[in-house]
């Protein structure tokens, strides 16, 4: 079964410094996606990234950016000069190349950010 | 354009009672996903429509829940009769389809078993 860890609850950063929110899955695939997504406070859930497994390439998008290593099966999630807006529940998420719709997600790590 | 709608945004209820919330996804996408989101978890999906028909209901607790997706626009999910673990956010999402585009999450109901 295809399982995401997201093995910190918590993590805690000051403005505008730079921080990484780590996560790990278990999947027998070759083809699959993985996100980040943003989850702030009484509010939507937002894309914040994606990742497709056969791109060696690591995805970028202003100031977020992965490190994916496929081999250990790490996908880890680099913020880079932090802002107060930036504090939320981050869950990182995968979803099997052509087989539906369906995330799976990990626990979740909420991030706060000192001003 | 509109993001997705969902109502009621909180619910409270004691258990064995019947809920229902509803979900208008974004105009023009075909699939709309159910999530359980329980306290302090990432959110599970429940149930997946491909227009109006069913893709995946494999975790939907379906002696309790059921969900429908008439003329393949909104969506109803309902518990009945509801259990305390039953306490969670529901999330709905919609995406164009079921290939790679990205999945839209409304703001969720809140439900609260006593």
């Known amino acids: 079964a295809q399982t995401v860890t997201q093995s910190q609850p918590e993590m805690s950063v000051q403005e505008a410094e730079t921080v990484t929110l780590s996560c790990t899955y278990d999947?027998?695939?070759?083809?699959?996606?993985l996100f980040w997504y943003k989850q702030p406070p009484s509010r939507q859930m937002i894309l914040v990234i994606r990742?497709?497994?056969?791109?060696?390439q690591n995805a970028t998008e202003n100031r977020f950016s992965v490190n994916f290593q496929k081999a250990a099966k790490s996908f880890s999630l680099k913020i880079s000069d932090s802002q107060l807006g930036d504090a939320a529940m981050y869950f990182c998420?995968?979803?099997?190349?052509?087989?539906?719709?369906?995330?799976?997600f990990g626990q979740g790590t909420e991030l706060s950010v000192k001003p | 354009e509109a993001g997705v709608a969902q109502s009621p945004r909180y619910k409270i209820i004691e258990k064995r009672q019947s809920v229902a919330f509803w979900c208008n996804p974004i105009s023009g996408h075909a699939t709309l996903y159910w999530y359980q989101q329980i306290l302090g978890q990432g959110p599970k999906l429940l149930i997946q429509f491909q227009n109006n028909g069913v893709v995946d209901d494999s975790q939907l607790p379906k002696d309790r829940f059921s969900a429908e997706r008439l003329k393949g626009v909104d969506s109803t999910l309902k518990i009945q009769p509801a259990k305390l673990e039953d306490s969670a956010v529901y999330l709905c999402a919609s995406s164009l389809s079921t290939s790679l585009n990205e999945q839209f999450f409304g703001p969720g109901t809140r439900l609260t078993v006593l």
């Open positions: 998420a995968y979803r099997v190349y052509n087989q539906g719709g369906k995330l799976i």
């Open positions: 990742q497709e497994a056969y791109k060696q």
């Open positions: 999947t027998s695939e070759s083809d699959y996606y």
